[in-house]
């Protein structure tokens, strides 16, 4: 077992972060040697590691299985902590429930957008359809508009996400840092997109390391290039307890 490092506390971004993008989200697929550098890792820093995603609990549960990680999911809106799940419910959203149905139907005749229902909330992705980015976008905006001020749009990497406005990884990571076993330690967010941005500023607030994966205006204060070489970096600090993210390689 790797010696326990209690200095640090992670939080990582799923997709395109610890896993490519693909063209379709229910397509993504996990390297498979990850879960295990995962586990070794999360027991290097005494529990204090978690997958901050836009992805539902339940989707990155059934990615990693049987391996289980502290996670905060749908951008914060639920979470695991230290083995305490709390879940969102669909049915507390139903102005959002009704949305969902009719930008299914508005976006029917659009090939190569699609929609993906995350229950708390619901993104429109045009990666298949970059011609169809201004309809998209107008699409969400549209929608939120509707909706009102309990909801917000997330723009991201050719998808544009509406959820509650009280979501966001920042919020989530700021949440996880005032609970054991992250109380106290030094924060490191690695993740590369927009949504991934107010996380940034939340670990840099608390002085802590900032990892951006890919281009891309950030305000993260270091940079790989791909997941896999974060993947390379996550392997090398699990099983030599030698600290990545010191520069722009490991």
Not at 145 to 174: C, F, M, N, T, W
């Amino acid at each position: 077992m790797p010696d326990v490092n209690e200095d640090y506390a992670l939080f990582l971004d799923f997709d395109g972060t610890l896993v490519d993008i693909v063209e379709r989200p229910d397509a993504v697929a996990v390297d498979a040697a990850l879960p295990d550098v995962l586990t070794t890792l999360q027991r290097r820093l005494g529990g204090a590691l978690a997958i901050i995603s836009g992805r539902p609990v339940d989707f990155l549960d059934g990615r990693l299985v049987p391996h289980v990680f502290d996670m905060a999911g749908l951008h914060g809106l639920e979470h695991r902590i230290a083995g305490r799940l709390s879940m969102c419910d669909p049915d507390e959203h139903p102005a959002l429930r009704e949305m969902v149905d009719r930008l299914s139907r508005i976006v029917a005749a659009k090939e190569g957008i699609l929609i993906e229902d995350k229950g708390c909330s619901v993104a429109i992705h045009w990666r298949l359809a970059p011609h169809e980015k201004d309809f998209a976008l107008a699409t969400a905006q549209a929608a939120v508009e509707a909706l009102g001020p309990d909801y917000r749009v997330q723009h991201g990497k050719a998808v544009a996400e509406i959820l509650p406005s009280a979501a966001g990884k920042g919020k989530v990571i700021e949440r996880f840092l005032h609970e054991s076993p992250y109380k106290g330690r030094r924060p490191i967010f690695v993740g590369d997109d927009l949504t991934d941005e107010n996380g940034f500023r939340t670990v840099n607030a608390h002085g802590g390391l900032s990892v951006r994966i890919g281009a891309g205006d950030t305000i993260a204060k270091i940079r790989l290039g791909t997941p896999a070489d974060l993947r390379h970096c996550l392997s090398t600090w699990a099983f030599e307890g030698t600290l990545p993210f010191k520069g722009d390689d490991c």
